[in-house]
């Protein structure tokens, strides 16, 4: 799950946010003359980020790799919270033995939420694998099977 979430947020924030703030740096500098051209590049810019980090899907062309992403994301969001309940909750962090006790109650959701986490990073994989994404999710596929992260352990 570190894997994901951390290769994840790397295209996002390089791939995504970086080059397409810097493709507006340059618009702004050698192509923007009015107030209105640098207002609807702003606007194109942010609507790109928008659809390329995944938070909407104005036209469905992403929309499986959307909801598996969301998926994978959603599975990451609650081992988070099944953790914060066991061991960092206020209160709890000095009573080592019943934060085990609690981890153990959450044991059979922890294997459950891994099966989905497997399966949704697996089709996944498969879809930015697949003839049709590869070349639109080329540098997504590529951080997220970084060393054969996926391709050797999927």
């Known amino acids: 799950m570190g894997h994901f979430i951390d290769n994840l947020k790397i295209y996002i ?8 703030f ?9 192509e923007v003359t009015t107030f209105e051209k640098a207002r609807a590049s702003l606007k194109a810019c942010l609507q790109e980020i928008s659809k390329d980090a995944f938070l909407v ?6 929309h499986l790799v959307l909801v598996t992403i969301r998926q994978a994301v959603k599975a990451c969001i609650q081992v988070w919270y099944i953790t914060y309940v066991c061991f960092e909750q206020p209160g709890r962090q000095d009573d080592v033995f019943r ?29 930015l694998s697949s003839n049709v994404q590869v070349n639109k999710y080329r540098q997504l596929l590529t951080r997220l099977n970084f060393n054969h992260y996926y391709s050797r352990n999927g």
């Open 22 to 30: 810097s493709a507006l740096q340059r618009d702004l500098r050698t």
């Open 13 to 20: 924030m390089t791939d995504v946010v970086h080059a397409k």
């Open 57 to 62: 899907d104005p036209d469905k062309s992403n």
């Open 99 to 127: 934060a085990v006790g609690v981890f153990s109650e959450y044991k059979a959701a922890l294997a459950e939420l891994s099966v989905f986490f497997d399966k949704h990073v697996a089709a996944l994989y498969e879809v």
